[in-house]
């Protein structure tokens, strides 16, 4: 088998990129990333043509929280919110559209989700560099 070339998508990929984002079943694909000033994708090409494109966007991912042994949960729960806007200001600074947030705590899932999160429902993989 022959190896294939990649590199930075073309403007003129654009098109194709998005045509073949709706047909590649599964991919969970959503297409307002397409418009992000972060957007940018990587090509697979042989002499044939490009074999795919893998999208992608910079978003910010809010490690975890860190909380004061013994804070309220009130006071924890506003803290959470107001340092939730804090991120969304820098995020925004850096034209970033979307912030993530992994965490199991039931009560900071309830507040996220009443400041905007949505939970999302599929496997999240991770790669450390």
Known sequence: MKQLKIRAARPEDTKEISE???KTQGNLFDASI??????????????????????????TML?????????????????????????????SSFGIREMYFICQDENVLKVAEGHGFERIKFPVVRMKL
């Open 63 to 91: 490690e975890s929280l860190a909380v004061r042994p013994g804070a309220g949960l009130l006071e924890s729960a506003q803290s959470f919110r107001d340092l939730v806007k804090a991120m969304e200001l820098v995020s």
């Open 20 to 22: 073949w984002l709706t």
């Open 34 to 59: 397409l418009e992000y000033p972060t957007f940018s994708a990587v090509s697979s090409y042989n002499e044939d043509g490009n074999v795919a494109h893998l999208p992608a966007q910079k978003v």
